[in-house]
């Protein structure tokens, strides 16, 4: 079992920056899956930005050139830099981590973005 925290959410302007973080109870290794979806109620959780167990790193069309993920093989943290920030990236963000065929989510974090 693996255990995922957010944190860096909050409220910010449209325009400014958050960096989201994800403390794992693992160190996570390069060939895991991670990444960030984020949900607005009523919709679909959407897949914000991911690294894949073989290292690519997909976006959003909607947030490219202004999120950027990360993570530290070996380490126990992913994050995401998110600039440039519209109030439609108002939603509440969720780390994952696949393990194999598991994959393990984070409580959430509450970001919004409104002036």
């Known amino acids: 079992q693996v255990q995922l925290v957010e944190s860096g959410g909050g409220l910010v302007q449209p325009g400014g920056s958050l960096r989201l973080s994800c403390a794992a109870s693992e160190r996570i290794s390069s060939i895991y899956g991670t990444g960030w979806y984020r949900q607005v109620p009523g919709k679909q959780r959407e897949l914000v930005a991911a690294?894949?167990?073989?290292?690519?790193?997909n976006y959003a069309d909607s947030v490219k050139g202004r999120f950027i993920i990360s993570r530290e093989n070996g380490k126990n943290t992913m994050y995401l830099q998110m600039d440039a920030l519209k109030p439609d990236d108002t939603a509440v963000y969720y780390c994952?981590?696949?393990?194999?065929?598991?994959?393990?989510w984070g409580q959430g974090t509450q970001v919004t973005v409104s002036s």
């Open positions: 690294i894949t167990n073989v290292g690519s790193i």
């Open positions: 994952y981590l696949l393990k194999g065929t598991r994959q393990y």
